[in-house]
């Protein structure tokens, strides 16, 4: 391998937003092309006009470039092979089927979309299926039943007409695929697809075949759907007598339920995008809307399909280059489980202290709050184990800087219940919190030993509710301490206030 330059090629359609599938093939492209000092190119299979979506173009070059996976060559970053549009490779397209058709590798079709529905109805009720092939095609409308003559008047009147790739039947095809092996096709099964539609523009199984061998691609990694298409393709790289470049198909990403792959077609309970897609009114967040990490992302998307062995989980990007081989990815389909996306990105998370210190600095100035550098960091420690992405750590910490401004409205309902009790609990409580001298975490705690279990609702969870609002938060004598005796005096009569 290493004698021969890895050219590899992420091939989307602009048909919408990506999503994980996409933006894996996209990331295991990358990696096998860095892994060898090899090219990773994007081309766009824009041939089909009728599924186009605008923005869809731009929406994967910031995908690639969110993710830090960006093409070496292609569309948006040029290259010796341009264009990289399928749409403005028609002429190309049209050289190489006329040589299909001199050879006796292709042939002409007139036949309608009625046509062959009609033709299809009747096989059905036949209890037979209707196929476009050897066994068909003698009895239909083509130019395998015409005579040169016959043929040139078709076309001279501008009747409609597609392309078919011719299959001969009879024979066994044997074709290699780096991660599943040896895959054997009879021909008798394959029907006549369709190379050129009637509209004159080239299908993915022509224009996929001729690029791929001009661009000199000596790997097509893509998706498991492709794998039905492996023998066309392996047949028009022989008629063209082209060495077909190395096949690998990638496993599917199921939902973790089993119940079929994901999809950007039935929206599921979890993000599929990376990155927001907005349609009209519609707008779907992705995986940086939300909070994630992109390496955290790609960590993720790495692991969906491959193994690299040992129990490790954490790799940067580097790291993944250097590991990655097509050899140990899975050739069955990979559940994914959002759960475990929150764990990659709170692993990292931890390691992006810095981010979190930026962020928090940003919310302190906006709400006008004072605070000293070592007393933030301090905050960030105790609270970044609680937290998943860097937003949250507002939620988690504001009670270490401002007291609450909401209470939880289910405990404080529990609290009027026993009102006066409480109260007269909390002020006593309150006079023996200006005797802690000094007021430290040790006094602090040595002050609540005597009340624990003397009051059906709980005087450490009183404290807690005053001072943060809810009984969440990090440890309790903690919180006294880094506020101070004066703040936490006047969070207890805030309450004492909001109980009356």
Not at 20 to 27: D, E, K, N
Not at 296 to 325: C, D, H, Y
Request: proline share 4%.
């Amino acid at each position: 391998m290493s004698q021969q330059h890895i050219r590899v090629r992420f091939a989307p359609s602009p048909t919408g937003p990506l999503h994980l599938g996409g933006v894996r093939t996209a990331l295991y492209n990358y990696l096998f092309a860095k892994k060898h000092g090899g090219t990773f190119i994007l081309r766009i299979e824009d041939t089909d006009k009728k599924r186009f979506v605008p923005n869809s173009e731009s929406y994967i070059l910031k995908t690639l470039k969110w993710c830090h996976i960006e093409p070496d060559e292609g569309v948006g970053y040029g290259g010796p092979y341009s264009p990289y549009h399928q749409s403005k490779r028609i002429n190309i397209y049209r050289y190489y089927i006329n040589q299909l058709l001199n050879n006796g590798y292709a042939y002409y079709a007139f036949e309608t979309d009625d046509d062959l529905g009609i033709k299809r109805k009747e096989y059905k009720n036949m209890g037979l299926t209707f196929s476009y092939n050897y066994e068909n095609r003698n009895k239909l409308d083509n130019s395998l039943n015409m005579t040169k003559e016959q043929l040139k008047k078709k076309l001279d009147i501008c009747s409609s007409y597609v392309i078919r790739f011719k299959i001969n039947p009879g024979e066994k095809l044997k074709m290699h695929d780096i991660i599943r092996g040896w895959i054997t096709i009879h021909t008798d099964q394959l029907d006549d697809k369709i190379l050129l539609k009637s509209d004159g523009v080239a299908t993915y199984h022509l224009a996929s075949t001729i690029d791929d061998h001009l661009m000199k691609i000596t790997h097509v990694i893509r998706g498991e759907e492709w794998l039905s298409s492996l023998a066309l393709h392996f047949l028009l790289y022989r008629s063209f007598g082209w060495d077909p470049p190395n096949f690998a198909h990638l496993p599917l990403i199921l939902k973790k339920d089993g119940k079929g792959k994901i999809s950007k077609r039935n929206p599921e309970n979890f993000p599929i995008y990376p990155m927001q897609w907005i349609n009209g009114d519609t707008i779907i967040p992705g995986y940086k809307e939300l909070g994630y990490f992109p390496d955290a992302f790609v960590n993720m998307l790495a692991l969906l399909g491959w193994n690299p062995g040992g129990k490790r989980e954490i790799f940067s990007l580097q790291e993944l280059v250097k590991t990655f081989s097509l050899s140990r990815i899975k050739k069955s389909g990979v559940f994914f489980d959002i759960k475990k996306v929150y764990w990659f990105n709170k692993k990292y998370l931890i390691s992006k202290k810095e981010e979190v210190f930026s962020f928090m600095c940003k919310k302190m100035q906006k709400n006008f709050i004072l605070y000293e550098k070592d007393y933030l960091w301090k905050v960030i420690h105790l609270t970044i184990n609680r937290i998943h992405f860097i937003h949250e750590i507002w939620e988690h910490s504001f009670y270490f800087f401002t007291p609450p401004s909401y209470y939880d409205t289910y405990f404080l309902r529990k609290i009027k219940n026993n009102h006066e009790q409480i109260i007269f609990k909390l002020k006593n409580a309150k006079l023996s919190l200006y005797k802690i001298n000094p007021f430290t975490y040790v006094n602090v705690k040595l002050f609540f030993q005597k009340y624990e279990n003397k009051c059906r609702i709980k005087m450490m969870q009183l404290f807690r509710f005053a001072l943060v609002g809810n009984l969440k938060g990090v440890d309790l004598f903690t919180i006294l301490e880094m506020i101070g005796k004066k703040e936490s005096i006047q969070r207890l009569d805030n309450l004492i206030n909001k109980i009356k």
